[in-house]
């Protein structure tokens, strides 16, 4: 698992950071765009289609090839503030299929171009404050967005699985499909050191022999394509005229252009944990990047005339497989749908490949992302114990809606189908649960400066007061005044944020609740410049020799491991927000 702390060359070959050698990268890229050319693919055919537009289809997965491969390019190189900064490729996204098949019927491609554009605005504007949904989009939310991510693909892998073209034995599909599973098995399970960073490709390449074999590698169609060429219909262009179909299919896009970003938040936390050797807490910044880059890659699939795309789980899952997360990989998957497109050949190449071979491979990498939004939910069990119910609530109500268990015949039609979604009901039931859980808060507004301790000491004793924990009143006074002190001093590290900048930098929110007999203190600092160590790594890393050595304030560090039962550190581009948490109980040791 890569959440050991060993950091074992075995556990993880190449972190997010690492520089990998451009045939390796090239080749994991070539893996991880495998992987994704279904969705990439299958998805705005199946769109289009269903639409009664099938004239602009081969238009259609063109743009999707293109706009998804750009939106990789994007989440791998980070441009500003758009990337991730992790291998993560992007495809098509299913949660649209049914909006922008029902946008076809009714304005025709021009109108599904216009929505698909306003929805990636929003999701443009949503990345830039993500900070707003900190208290909702909690790790228990995405955690349970993770899990619930294999459980809405699986049911279509397994149905590949059957898929056989006429005349073909019935037994060609299981068996290729178990050449391809016993081969990554074999590779992850035995091999060690670059031998399981090939598992996935090896099992692609020795089930498409298999198929080959049985005779169900559709050869006639590598053979007709042509070499190199685009699609002779052009892009259907804007449909500004905003009619009444526009504005009835509009809350709709902007609603599951929302499940889509939760999603993608969710698979950037993912990515993250799985992209470093030592546990790292969650760059918010990065997730906020991430968001950005799907909102890119949407504007340019609505201006192309394609469905949206979003953040493809799998990349992460292959990470537990392959050992190798550098951010290069991601960029040459991007750079492999790029040259895609303009070869049609080449393309035909991959779809090609049996249905039973990609639905087998996909599922393989599948089933290690389940584990990895159980750490994650494991991990925020200890924060809020109704976290537990909150996951296991939302995750079996995403299950029951995705296999049609409660009432389908009404749930199939109940908003056109969008509950019938399990990851899109499930994940909707998390953030309600979330919400529900905000307690009432006090606020202190004031300014990073040690001139407003008074005050601060005096909104301190007042919630103490009122809340019933006169008891701690000392420990909170201490702790509020070392965080206040540890936040000051980050912002220096990096150079004096504030100075020269007006007093936006320096603007404090100061927020005291109480919560299952804890008293929890957010402090919000806005336009955050504190550095790229998170304070919550540091007071994990505290111990380590090498790490407390770079540590100038080490003092007001300890003391606040000390005073806090707990302390979260999240990083937005906008803001830092620091929550500590001080139990009844004083803390032993240091």
Not at 33 to 62: D, K, Q, S, Y
Not at 158 to 184: C, K, Q, R, W, Y
Not at 211 to 228: K, L
Not at 349 to 372: D, G, N, Q
């Amino acid at each position: 698992m890569k959440f050991s702390q060993s950091g074992s060359d075995d556990e993880l070959r190449y972190e997010a950071d690492d520089r990998i050698p451009a045939p390796l990268a090239l080749g994991l890229g070539l893996q991880l765009a495998a992987l994704a050319i279904n969705g990439v693919v299958l998805m705005p055919m199946i769109v289009f289609r269903a639409g009664g537009a099938e004239e602009f289809m081969f238009w259609g997965v063109f743009a999707s090839v293109l706009a998804c491969g750009v939106a990789g390019i994007l989440q791998g190189v980070r441009v500003g503030r758009i990337g991730a900064g992790y291998a993560l490729t992007h495809v098509s996204s299913a949660i649209f299929i049914a909006v922008c098949a029902e946008a076809l019927i009714l304005g025709g491609p021009g109108l599904l171009a216009t929505l698909v554009v306003v929805s990636a605005l929003a999701q443009a504007a949503l990345s830039a404050r993500l900070s707003l949904l900190h208290r909702v989009l909690t790790p228990i939310v995405t955690g349970t967005v993770i899990m619930l991510l294999p459980v809405t693909v699986m049911p279509i892998l397994f149905d590949m699985l059957n898929e056989l073209p006429p005349g073909a034995p019935a037994h060609a599909a299981p068996l290729s499909a178990a050449v391809t599973i016993s081969t990554i098995l074999v590779m992850v399970l035995t091999g060690r050191g670059t031998v399981r960073l090939w598992a996935p490709a090896a099992g692609i390449v020795a089930g498409a022999l298999a198929g080959a074999f049985f005779g169900i590698y559709d050869i006639g169609r590598v053979a007709d394509a042509a070499w190199i060429g685009t699609p002779s219909v052009r892009p259907p262009g804007l449909d500004l005229r905003f009619g009444p179909p526009f504005w009835t299919l509009l809350p709709a896009f902007l609603f599951v252009a929302l499940v889509g970003s939760t999603k993608s938040v969710a698979v950037a936390v993912a990515a993250q944990r799985v992209a470093w050797r030592r546990s790292r807490a969650i760059d918010f910044r990065a997730v906020q990047r991430a968001v950005a880059a799907e909102g890119a890659g949407n504007l340019l699939a609505g201006l192309a005339g394609t469905m949206p795309n979003t953040p493809h789980a799998p990349a992460v899952a292959a990470v537990e497989v392959t050992g190798a997360a550098a951010r290069g990989i991601g960029v040459a998957a991007g750079l492999v749908f790029l040259v895609l497109a303009f070869l049609p050949k080449a393309l035909a190449v991959i779809l090609a490949i049996p249905a039973a071979v990609v639905s087998a491979s996909i599922a393989m990498v599948m089933a290690t992302l389940f584990t990895v939004g159980m750490r994650e939910v494991v991990r925020s069990m200890g924060e809020n114990p109704r976290n537990a119910l909150i996951a296991g609530v939302s995750f079996w109500t995403g299950v029951v809606f995705e296999f049609d268990m409660i009432f389908p015949a009404f749930f199939q039609e109940f908003a056109g189908g969008l509950v019938s979604n399990g990851l899109t009901t499930g994940g909707l039931v998390a953030l309600l649960l979330t919400a529900l859980t905000v307690r009432r808060k006090r606020q202190f507004r004031g300014k990073l400066d040690v001139a407003e301790l008074p005050r601060i000491r005096e909104f301190i004793q007042t919630f103490a007061a009122r809340s019933g924990l006169e008891a701690v009143v000392g420990r909170l006074d201490a702790a509020t005044e070392e965080a206040l002190l540890t936040l000051m001093q980050s912002r220096e590290e990096t150079g004096g944020a504030e100075e020269g900048s007006g007093h936006a930098e320096r603007k404090l929110l100061l927020t005291a609740r109480e919560e299952e007999g804890e008293a929890v203190l957010e402090f919000r600092v806005g336009a955050a410049g504190g550095g790229e160590l998170n304070l919550q790594d540091r007071l994990a890393w505290l111990e380590e020799e090498t790490v407390a050595a770079r540590i100038e304030h080490e003092i007001s560090l300890r003391l606040l491991k000390h005073l806090a039962s707990s302390v979260r550190h999240q990083q937005f581009h906008d803001m830092d927000i620091l929550t500590l948490r001080v139990s009844r109980a004083a803390r032993s040791g240091s």
